[in-house]
């Protein structure tokens, strides 16, 4: 079973990163640098710090939280612990991908950083402030940042699936810890009120 499947995510992963251009080669490695976001996560900053005001320390510190879990766990603990090689620097498909500005990554990608991260951000955010077209858009930037990481070819869709899954759940778990920690509750009704 587990031959099948990672035979389907290869597969899917040579027909997707096929699917190149110049010109989406400068969009996906766009998307996929980090620093590109920095505006974007500034005027998600300053939401808020404007919406919670003097209590937005607490919802920034379990922004904080967070990142370092989705980022630890994926990075520091599950990819040496499964050592899956990444499809740019697997011996068997590596000279069958694309690959774009000479990227490689680093040698291991189960599970992606990218997807776990922005997924965590993203969920986290989406159930913060239940907004339906924020959580909408906040949802298709996610899946847009993680699927760039197929298309450049250094994560395989597994990888990707798996790190939107772990970040989706730390989402869940750290808006579950916020709503139950000593002033959350009416942090989260201050929220839904304006």
């Known amino acids: 079973m587990i031959e099948l499947l990672k035979h389907i995510d290869t597969q899917v992963l040579l027909y997707l990163n096929s699917l190149n251009s110049p010109f989406l080669d400068k969009v996906m490695w766009f998307i996929s640098e980090r620093n590109t976001w920095i505006p974007f996560y500034l005027v998600l900053l300053g939401f808020v710090i404007y919406k919670f005001k003097k209590q937005s320390w607490i919802v920034l510190l379990a922004i904080i939280v967070l990142i370092v879990l989705s980022d630890q766990i994926s990075s520091g603990i599950i990819k040496p612990l499964v050592e899956r090689l990444r499809p740019s620097h697997d011996p068997v498909i590596g000279n069958q991908i694309h690959i774009v500005n000479n990227y490689r ?12 991260n922005t997924f965590a951000i993203a969920v986290f955010l989406a159930l913060l402030f239940k907004r339906k077209v924020f959580t909408i858009s906040i949802i298709i930037w996610a899946s847009i ?3 760039s990481r197929i298309y450049l070819g250094v994560h395989y869709p597994g990888d990707v699936l798996c790190g939107a899954i772990l970040g989706t759940g730390l989402g869940f778990l750290i808006i579950f810890v916020l709503n ?3 002033s959350s509750k009416k942090i989260i009704a201050k929220s839904q009120e304006n």
Do not use: Q
């Open 145 to 147: 940042v993680s699927f």
């Open 180 to 182: 139950y920690t000593l």
């Open 105 to 116: 990554g680093g040698l291991y990608g189960f599970i992606s950083s990218h997807a776990a």
